[in-house]
């Protein structure tokens, strides 16, 4: 059982590149969240998704994109990286219950 | 909104020593989740510990326990018999409890640094 799963681990990216991260979970979870980690300000909600289909925003959504086509995947799409989203990114899931399930992480860097 | 605050960046204690770190955190709401989560240096989120506001009783999981108090709205992390493998960054989190499809976000800490020394 993997759980949840982010890839890439590492991204390297030039201010004004696009990029798009994913987060897979085969626990068939409703739920499923994207947040940030920054030095000092413990993890932040970026966007979250309640169901296949939906999307909403969470603390700090402005730069980010998210789409939910599929109940398993929940992507996270920048669009024009600035070094402000320099970053270790998160995924999690949950069903209907209160605990979330994390994933290993993705540190990415925008120069 | 709810805030949650971490007051000790970092913490330092000897292997077996007993370690206490500290969360508070300010909420209007009456029924919610608190939680404490550890974060090695592989970056995994790892749950520690949860507690239902509902329950008076505080949660214990082997070596780790929590001091619970509602009023105050304090919740703090007790690690006995510390090992070199706790070393880690801990946050405490809060979740709402929303009936039906709320989102059920969580609101973490800014996090606190412990470090267990042989």
């Known amino acids: 059982n993997a759980g949840v799963t982010q890839t890439p681990k590492f991204r390297v990216l030039k201010t004004g590149q696009s990029m798009t991260l994913l987060c897979a979970q085969d626990m068939n979870h409703e739920y499923m969240y994207w947040y940030r980690q920054d030095p000092g300000m413990g993890l932040r909600l970026i966007h979250y998704s309640v169901g296949e289909g939906t999307t909403a925003k969470g603390e700090v959504p402005d730069g980010y994109n998210v789409s939910r086509l599929k109940k398993q995947n929940f992507l996270l799409g920048l669009e024009s990286a600035a070094p402000s989203q320099t970053s270790v990114y998160f995924c999690?899931?949950?069903?209907?219950?209160?605990?979330?399930?994390f994933g290993a992480g993705t540190r990415l860097s925008v120069l | 909104a709810q805030t949650v605050t971490q007051s000790q960046p970092e913490m330092s204690v000897q292997e077996a020593e007993t370690v206490t770190l500290s969360c508070t955190y300010d909420?209007?709401?009456?029924?919610?989740?608190l939680f404490w989560y550890k974060q090695p240096p592989s970056r995994q989120m790892i749950l520690v510990i949860r507690?239902?506001?509902?329950?008076?009783q505080n949660a214990t999981e082997n070596r780790f326990s929590v001091n619970f108090q509602k009023a105050a709205k304090s919740f703090s992390l007790k690690i006995s018999d510390s090992q070199l493998g706790d070393t880690a960054m801990y946050f405490c989190a809060f979740m709402k409890h929303q009936v039906g499809q709320g989102a059920q976000k969580l609101v973490f800490g800014q996090g606190t640094r412990l470090t267990i020394n042989p």
């Open positions: 909420t209007s709401e009456s029924n919610y989740y």
């Open positions: 999690a899931s949950k069903r209907r219950g209160y605990i979330q399930y």
């Open positions: 507690q239902e506001a509902y329950k008076q």
